[in-house]
């Protein structure tokens, strides 16, 4: 009796959670313009970033030893590997949470997609939100002493933003997707400082290089999303 009175409990408990993430969702959602189409698109891909993930290498040159930065490439590449992993494979499968525009879910008529994109089957936990806020964490722990974290974190909340504009993921996919980001950074970050001895960098030179790479990226997708929806 008092099992099946936690179970109602508890599923009342999720079903209401539920409830306020979907109405969190279709509010985000709703607004949207051909500008911001476009741009979000392009905005949440992986490759656009390219140009800025090679500044944040170049960084780590300039304010490590050669084999200190490779190490730490390394490390960051471990916390992608990881976060990705843990969200997409581990978690994702095991709870079944459908994806907003996914057609086998209730509410797909209600929201806005783009270019008929719904993304995969299941979307909890995010493992953009997941793999942006890894990379974040990490970042703030090594680099703390600079204004980059915080850049790079507004960063990461837009990328996270571009999925629910996309309707590809709920606000709970992101928020359980950036938990899973510290989660694995953290991770990785213990392991790093035991085997490097490792400390955050007192000072980070040229910390505003990957900034202006960043600008740059989305300077260019604005100037593409204006001319394309001018066509």
């Not at 997409?88 to 949470?97: C, Y």
């Not at 939100?129 to 703030?140: D, T």
């Amino acid at each position: 009796m008092i099992s099946m009175i936690n179970e109602i409990i508890v599923d009342g408990q999720w079903a209401m959670i539920n409830d306020v993430d979907t109405d969190l969702l279709l509010w985000l959602n709703s607004a949207h313009n051909a500008f911001f189409d476009v741009f979000m698109m392009l905005f949440t891909g992986k490759w656009i970033w390219v140009p800025m993930y090679l500044s944040l290498a170049y960084l780590l040159l300039k304010n490590m030893t050669a084999k200190q930065a490779m190490m730490c490439i390394v490390a960051i590449a471990l916390v992608i590997v990881v976060t990705d992993q843990m969200s997409s494979s581990l978690i994702r499968h095991a709870v079944g949470r459908l994806r907003p525009a996914n057609l086998e879910n209730p509410i797909s008529d209600m929201v806005h997609i783009v270019d008929g994109y719904r993304g995969g089957r299941y979307g909890f936990p995010s493992s953009h939100a997941a793999n942006s806020f890894g990379l974040v964490f990490f970042l703030y722990f090594l680099m703390r002493r600079s204004p980059l974290p915080a850049f790079m974190m507004v960063w990461a909340i837009v990328n996270c933003y571009s999925r629910i504009y996309l309707g590809v993921h709920y606000p709970g996919d992101i928020l359980c997707g950036a938990l899973v980001g510290l989660l694995g950074a953290t991770i990785v970050w213990f392991i790093y400082r035991r085997l490097t001895k490792q400390e955050a960098l007192s000072e980070v030179r040229q910390w505003w290089v990957p900034i202006v790479v960043c600008l740059l990226t989305i300077v260019g997708i604005s100037l593409y999303a204006y001319y394309s929806i001018q066509i």
